[in-house]
T-cell receptor, first 113, second 112 residues
């Protein structure tokens, strides 16, 4: 079983839709939770970063962490064609002296006009 | 200018050839990483380095080696490339205080 599970999609939505992206995990030691966005032919870039449980909002993006259910979500409101990308969840726990990142497989999102 | 650069961006090679992928960064970060990305598998850590004298194996280091020539340079080598090493390779950096990793644009490697 993978430590982090993420539905690969693809997910296709119309412009303006609310998008929900999700990951589940098995290791209760994870403390830091991140969402990376990766455009085609580019490297991943950090989108949201949360510590422990709760919600974090940044513009149209909201990240939720539910540690009791080992489940994290990213919501995108009023989705735009420019949001079309692959979204990778990542989480970290202290291993080997640093917070090692474990990535989900990524969900490909397409927002069409 | 990009903070993390990788060369080459694309490479096609044959089985058995030695290949070197290079990464340079201008962010001044001490920590550097090499990842491999395959469809459906996400990013897997190959090697990481906390400073010039520190090299550590990641989850999938077999068949790979690295060299940290300077704080700003971290190279990944495939001593004898094989087809299942066909993948997208990313270099990343981070500093000691902040866990955020900054990724390069990637190298698409095809081994025939």
């Amino acid at each position: 079983q993978k430590e982090v599970e993420q539905d690969p999609g693809p997910l296709s939505v119309p412009e303006g839709a609310i998008v929900s992206l999700n990951c589940t995990y098995s290791n209760s030691a994870f403390q830091y939770f991140m969402w990376y966005r990766q455009y085609s032919r580019k490297g991943p870039e950090l989108l949201m970063y949360t510590y422990s449980s709760g919600n974090k909002e940044d513009g149209r993006f909201t990240a939720q962490v539910d540690k009791s259910s080992k489940y994290i979500s990213l919501f995108i409101r009023d989705s735009q064609p420019s949001d079309s990308a692959t979204y990778l969840c990542a989480m970290s726990a202290l291993r080997g002296g640093y917070n090692k990142l474990i990535f989900g497989a990524g969900t490909r999102l397409a927002v069409h006009p | 200018d990009a903070d993390v650069t990788q060369t080459p961006r694309n490479r096609i090679t044959k089985t058995g050839k030695r290949i070197m992928l290079e990464c340079s960064q201008t962010k001044g970060h001490d920590r550097m990483y090499w990842y491999r990305q395959d469809p459906g598998l996400g990013l897997q850590l190959i090697y990481y380095s906390f400073d010039v004298k520190d090299i550590n194996k990641g989850e999938i280091s077999d068949g790979y080696s690295v060299s940290r020539q300077a704080q700003a340079k971290f190279s990944l080598s495939l001593e004898s490339a094989i087809p299942n090493q066909t993948a997208l390779y990313f270099c990343a950096t981070s500093d000691l205080v902040n866990d955020e990793q900054f990724f390069g644009p990637g190298t698409r490697l095809t081994v025939l």
